[in-house]
């Protein structure tokens, strides 16, 4: 982003929608927010925006060929970078809820659906 | 027996749990997954107005199926059969038909989604077309990605998250065709046309696929403008309908607002004693307001069983108005505070609901925001919900 320009953002913090304008002449001039927390995310949005990475897993002897996993928040230009590295990654159950299974620059990687070995679980 | 409860997503399992909280025997029957369909949405966005976290859908279904442990039947219910003490479900399961009988019965079937031809696709019948919900299970079930050149149809949620997951995965979403002259989805999930630079084809349609054996190219219009767009696969996600078929046969009148049954503020349907929750009561976009239907209905059973039957009285009848598409339940008790869930059929920028008890100022509204509010009406005559610009 350039030092000059202005962000324009739907604010997705709660309902109300606000539309809100981040410029970031030098200083940062927001307008538009209705309350705090809209102002800090699109703060955020508009220099360093983050994502929970969502993907799957290859499992090899699972009751599926893969399994769910998140990551904690990634800055968004990482995000291509973190889904090639997982797509060598391959696990073995049993693999539970909240476990972390792979760790790429720091972030971690969790699993979200249970998998005992060789059992259909759900 | 006291309930059975027909569908284990998270509005049956969530009514399921409920029940048993409340003393009653229940049994929850299940053809696919528990879960519903919240193992294939492999996305954060569930439970934030339940648990305060942002799960994602297999992790909700873990926590729900964690927290029910009664009785499940695996098995498709065929039949149901209805009278006043005594409703009979006939279930097809591995080792052949079982009858349950309970005097209860929660609907929770969930919904289905339209296809290609029911918006009016013509052309070619080939492989690589698929609804959202297909290509979502092929990937994050199975890990199979349904094509490299994709245009999706609708930009609801649904077709938004997949335009995420398929451009993650290496395939290039060619554009995102949306009919209406505004998008669909929620705010959280057009940041992802912005993401990835997805072109997101506003009053355009997708009328004709021409392919031999594998879709190569789809045709575009807007007004007298057309285009051919080249693709390997078509992904259709023009919206869910409940699934009824059941409550239909069994005799229950069906809103033509919602495409799910008429119900009370106990979501009674038209047959006493049966209930209604989750997406084949009405479509719902949060799984927070499917799993509170559940719950909802889950104490309407209760009741029904200590009271032997939910009261008659003289029910006010709800009239959506201006830029209300529906609204549930559509009978409410006089004097008694119940939620409702109201669907605005139009995107308003500062809207101010009027409902019988006062107004509420909205801001910004969608037709893809379903909103939640408390009514209480007096006795006599009608509940007007409308909404002003
Ligand atoms: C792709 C997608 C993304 C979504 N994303 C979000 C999100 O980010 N956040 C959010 O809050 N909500 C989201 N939702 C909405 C939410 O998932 C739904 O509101 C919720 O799943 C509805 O729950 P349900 O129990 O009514 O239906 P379902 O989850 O569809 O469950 C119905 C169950 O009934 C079973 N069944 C049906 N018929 C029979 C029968 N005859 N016999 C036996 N079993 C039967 C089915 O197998 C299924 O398991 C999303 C929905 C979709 C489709
Ligand atoms: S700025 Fe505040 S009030 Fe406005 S949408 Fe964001 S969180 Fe909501």
Same mark, same amino acid.
């Given at each position: ?38 102002? *800090?995310?699109?703060?955020? /949005?508009?220099?360093? +925006?983050? %994502? =929970?990475?969502?993907? !799957?897993?290859? #499992?090899? $002897? ?22 090639? *590295?997982?797509?060598?990654? /391959?696990?073995?159950? +049993?693999? %539970? =809820?909240?476990?972390? !299974?792979?760790? #790429?620059? $720091? ?16 | ?389």
């Amino acid at each position: 982003m350039s030092p000059t320009s202005k962000f324009r953002v739907n604010c997705i913090v709660c309902p109300m929608s606000c539309y809100v304008e981040v410029e970031l002449d030098g200083e940062i001039r927001v307008t538009g927010y209705r309350c705090p927390r809209g102002k *800090e995310w699109a703060v955020q /949005e508009a220099l360093s +925006p983050k %994502r =929970v990475v969502v993907t !799957v897993l290859k #499992v090899k $002897g699972g009751d599926l060929p893969v399994v769910s996993v998140k990551t904690d928040p990634v800055p968004r230009d990482k995000v291509r970078e973190v889904i090639r *590295e997982l797509s060598k990654v /391959e696990l073995v159950p +049993p693999l %539970r =809820v909240g476990q972390v !299974v792979a760790e #790429v620059d $720091g972030v971690k990687v969790y699993v979200t659906r249970e998998v005992r070995g060789g059992q259909q679980t759900f | 027996m006291d309930v059975v409860v027909i569908g284990g997503g998270p509005a049956g399992l969530s009514a399921a749990i409920r029940a048993q909280e409340l003393g009653l025997k229940v049994v929850v029957v299940e053809e696919g997954r528990l879960g519903g369909i919240l193992p294939q949405c492999i996305h954060t966005g569930f439970g934030l107005l339940t648990y305060g976290e942002d799960l994602t859908g297999p992790e909700l279904a873990h926590r729900l199926i964690n927290s029910y442990q009664g009785e499940v039947l695996r098995g498709h219910a065929a039949g149901l059969e209805y009278s006043y003490h005594r409703k009979r479900v006939r279930v097809i399961t591995e080792g052949g038909t079982v009858t349950l009988e309970a005097p209860t019965v929660i609907y929770a079937a969930g919904a289905r989604e339209r296809h290609a031809h029911e918006i009016g696709i013509v052309g070619d019948r080939v492989a690589g077309i698929y609804t959202a919900g297909e290509a979502q299970a092929l990937m994050d079930l199975y890990g199979v990605l349904p094509g490299r050149e994709v245009v999706i149809v609708g930009s609801g949620d649904v077709g938004l998250i997949m335009a995420r997951r398929l451009s993650l995965e290496g395939a290039k979403v060619k554009a995102v065709v949306e009919m209406l002259p505004y998008p669909g989805g929620l705010a959280r999930n057009l940041m992802i046309l912005r993401d990835f630079n997805i072109p997101l084809l506003l009053n355009h349609r997708v009328v004709e696929v021409r392919g031999r054996g594998r879709v190569e190219r789809v045709k575009v219009v807007s007004g007298s403008k057309e285009e051919w767009i080249k693709c390997d696969t078509l992904l259709v996600s023009a919206g869910l309908v409940p699934r009824v078929k059941l409550l239909r046969r069994a005799g229950a009148i069906i809103d033509e607002r919602t495409s799910g049954p008429l119900v009370n503020d106990r979501l009674e349907t038209s047959l006493p004693g049966i209930f209604a929750a989750g997406n084949s009561l009405v479509i719902n976009d949060l799984v927070d307001y499917a799993m509170e239907q559940g719950r909802i209905a889950a104490e309407g059973a209760e009741e029904f069983i200590r009271e032997g039957g939910i009261p008659s009285q003289d029910w006010v009848k709800v009239i959506p108005g201006d830029n209300v598409r529906s609204v549930v339940p559509q009978l409410i008790s006089p004097g008694r505070e119940v939620i409702a869930y109201v669907r605005p059929s139009k995107p308003l920028n500062d809207a101010t609901l009027t409902l019988p008890n006062g107004r509420v100022r909205l801001g910004v509204i969608k037709p893809s925001e379903m909103l939640r509010v408390r009514v209480k009406a007096e006795e006599g005559g009608v509940a007007h919900v409308e909404i002003q610009g």
